[in-house]
């Protein structure tokens, strides 16, 4: 029983949320939430335009209320609006974006739509991005078109808990384009990511260590600059150069003088 109980709660939030993305297509709808509360039922509605969803004095909002109590019976429906900080990596959106400018100016401008699309998201920050458009674009037979960028994952743990995905479906007179979204967003886990810590007695140590030769090179600088100033001092004062000049003297006088032979004179034997 209490299982049964869950599937058509699920199921008539589904049906919720169904409705309320048609009636507020071509807004910058993005996705809703609903809550529980003591008070009643809380309906978060996420979009890019909030004005256009509350309408001129409140009329859509009133208009929404008591469609949610008449047709899907809630008691106290409380409708709020939530504005998207970054709306480029919301998938809803992007794929309400991409649906509305096929309707708008058709299949021709299929691959410049994609690929400006994709640029955005990944300027936003994302990981990486794909759009997959698939109909008759724009030939006469049906083909799948894929745009991506990034680094995106297809398979495990972060593909199916952390890339968001989602599909549209464009309207034209040549038939219908699917749209498909999937979007890698900046703060997901990597399992290659690796992150060191250092303790911060490890941190003390280092600056003791870095420091103490910056120490010990200031005062060997220091004694070798006073070296060189008495070194300057005693060759620039009066008393260093007389006595230079006395033991320059005293060499000179105690030098032994050369014997020269005067000529014309020999030795008696």
């Known amino acids: 029983m209490i299982e049964k109980q869950f599937l058509a709660q699920k199921a008539k939030e589904n049906q919720i949320q169904k409705y309320i993305a048609e009636q507020l297509a071509r807004s910058g709808y993005s996705h809703t939430e609903i809550r529980r509360t003591p008070l009643g039922e809380k309906?978060?509605?996420?979009?890019?335009?909030p004005g256009l969803v509350v309408g001129g004095r409140g009329e859509n909002i009133q208009n929404l209320t008591n469609t949610l109590k008449r047709r899907f019976k809630m008691e106290n429906p409380?409708?709020?609006?939530g504005e998207l900080?970054?709306?480029?990596?919301?998938?809803?959106?992007?794929?309400?974006?991409?649906?509305?400018?096929?309707?708008?100016?058709?299949?021709?401008?299929?691959?410049?739509?994609?690929?400006k699309t994709l640029q955005e998201i990944i300027d936003s920050g994302a990981l990486g991005a794909e759009i997959v458009i698939s109909g008759k674009?724009?030939?006469a037979r049906a083909r799948s078109w894929r745009f991506s960028a990034g680094h995106m994952k297809k398979s495990g743990d972060i593909s199916e808990n952390y890339v968001q995905r989602t599909y549209g479906i464009a309207k034209l007179k040549s038939g219908v384009i699917g749209v498909k979204?999937?979007?890698?967003?900046?703060?997901?886990p990597m399992p290659d990511h690796i992150e060191f810590?250092?303790?911060?007695q490890e941190t003390g140590a280092n600056v003791q260590i870095a420091e103490q030769?910056?120490?010990?090179?200031?005062?060997?600088?220091?004694?070798?600059?006073?070296?060189?100033?008495?070194?300057?001092?005693n060759i620039v004062s009066p008393e260093a150069g007389e006595k230079g000049s006395q033991i320059?003297?005293?060499?000179?006088?105690?030098a032994p003088k050369k014997r020269t032979r005067k000529p014309g004179k020999k030795k008696s034997k």
């Open 213 to 233: 030769p910056r120490e010990t090179a200031i005062a060997t600088n220091e004694v070798v600059s006073e070296i060189v100033n008495k070194k300057t001092e």
């Open 85 to 115: 900080e970054n709306p480029m990596l919301d998938v809803h959106f992007v794929c309400d974006r991409i649906v509305s400018t096929l309707e708008r100016f058709g299949s021709k401008r299929f691959k410049s739509t994609g690929y």
């Open 248 to 254: 320059d003297t005293v060499v000179e006088k105690s």
């Open 137 to 139: 674009v724009p030939s």
């Open 181 to 188: 979204v999937s979007i890698m967003l900046p703060d997901t």
């Open 78 to 81: 409380q409708i709020e609006i």
């Open 197 to 200: 810590k250092i303790k911060p």
């Open 43 to 49: 309906v978060i509605i996420y979009t890019t335009r």
